[in-house]
């Protein structure tokens, strides 16, 4: 059986998803994704799409649209909390300019529409309850329904049903950390760069969106207990105010303009060993959810669409193909959510003599090695799974 032809399902709408929907009918395979929200809707919240997430956009047909509704970046700042800034990573050394600052619900827009042109048939307000594996697995929906199609894809994010049915329950553990995340308007007219204000046990990140009309906020503080692990919740935003009292006026200035606030906990997930069962592939979170420190959960979901829709044109069985894939993507993802789980204490630094230390050892990077601190991401950046 070759892709063309195949009745491949998709379980989620989200980037992910409906990038692998569009990869897929782009090939010829007949491709169905289902979504249990009733709408396709993105509660307000921005992403960054650095080249590597962008070279796979640009393949789909996407590329014009992205750069449209993103805006390109032209750095990162890093600040102490108190808003002195410690250095400037220039965008512009990197080999690629193709760094963009998106609202979630834009590129969301622009693959829905990419996955209707492509073909892909897209049905909302259907959940999915279960799954049995199988050579033609069996789908089961919460209105009673069951469905056989060829491959189910699992692109369900954190609380994957696809994943329980292909590798059992696997436990997530708490960070010690939560993280707020808002959008606020651009007051002082910020141009095109991310700041990241470094604090004792806490850090925000802010980046402009939509032209420069507002402002998209993380926070992230460590925290002793936490219970829930959602996207969705809500939280008074005097809360996340008087968490970051202390920190400078540009902070306090932005904090200002918070009108809703939404709070989840970060947990960390075990990438497991298989990413397919029989009939089933994982991908995007529902494969390895990752920290939030390096900013490239889209991007890894863009990267695993793209390849496994070719590892899909392969010949041979689906399992082999399932196999290939795997094989390119796991070792990579890994690296990626490696560095970002170690990002997390490089912002946090609490005793003043060691973070004064680490700030003066970014500062000097920054003035008198700015190239190399930039190519020490080419790694991630200039990977390019299209090629």
């Known amino acids: 059986m070759t892709v063309k032809g195949m009745n491949i399902y998709v379980v989620g709408a989200g980037i992910g998803g409906l990038a692998v929907a569009q990869a897929l009918a782009q090939r010829g395979a007949r491709v169905t994704v289902l979504e249990q929200a009733e709408a396709i809707e993105e509660v307000g919240a921005g992403l960054q799409i650095s080249p590597n997430g962008a070279k796979v956009l640009d393949a789909l047909g996407l590329g014009t649209g992205l750069r449209r509704v993103g805006l390109q970046a032209d750095g990162v700042r890093l600040l102490d909390y108190r808003g002195t800034s410690r250095t400037l990573l220039d965008l512009s050394l990197l080999q690629s300019r193709d760094y963009f600052f998106v609202h979630r619900a834009d590129l969301i827009d622009l693959l829905v529409d990419g996955a209707g042109k492509a073909g892909v048939d897209l049905k909302l307000s259907v959940r999915m309850t279960g799954l049995e594996p199988g050579t033609r697995p069996v789908l089961q929906l919460a209105d009673g329904r069951e469905i056989t199609p060829d491959l189910v894809i699992g692109a369900d994010g954190l609380h994957s049903v696809v994943r329980q049915a292909v590798c059992g329950t696997m436990q997530p553990f708490f960070t010690g950390q939560v993280a707020w995340r808002a959008i606020v308007p651009n007051t ?59 920190f400078g006026p540009d902070v306090q200035e932005m904090l200002q303009g918070l009108d809703r606030v939404h709070l989840w906990g970060l947990f960390r997930h075990p990438v497991p060993q298989s990413w397919y069962g029989e009939g089933a592939a994982l991908m995007g979170d529902a494969a390895h959810p990752m920290l939030p420190f390096l900013a490239q959960g889209a991007n890894m979901a863009l990267e695993d669409a793209w390849v496994l829709a070719e590892a899909l044109s392969l010949p041979g069985r689906i399992e082999t193909r399932l196999a290939a894939y795997q094989t390119r993507r796991r070792d990579r ?28 050892a970014i500062r000097l990077g920054g003035r008198f090695m700015p190239g190399r601190m930039m190519h020490q991401f080419d790694w991630l950046y200039e990977h390019d799974v299209t090629a």
């Open 188 to 246: 002082r007219n910020r141009g095109p760069e991310a700041r990241v204000h470094m604090g004792p046990h806490r850090h925000l990140v802010s980046y402009p969106l939509r032209g420069g009309e507002m402002l998209n906020l993380v926070a992230v503080q460590e925290r002793a207990a936490w219970q829930d692990e959602s996207w969705s919740q809500q939280d008074d935003p005097a809360n996340l105010r008087a968490a970051f009292a202390d």
């Open 333 to 360: 993802v890994i690296k990626v959510v490696d560095a970002a789980n170690a990002n997390a204490w490089k912002y946090h630094l609490a005793f003043p003599l060691l973070r004064w230390a680490a700030h003066q």
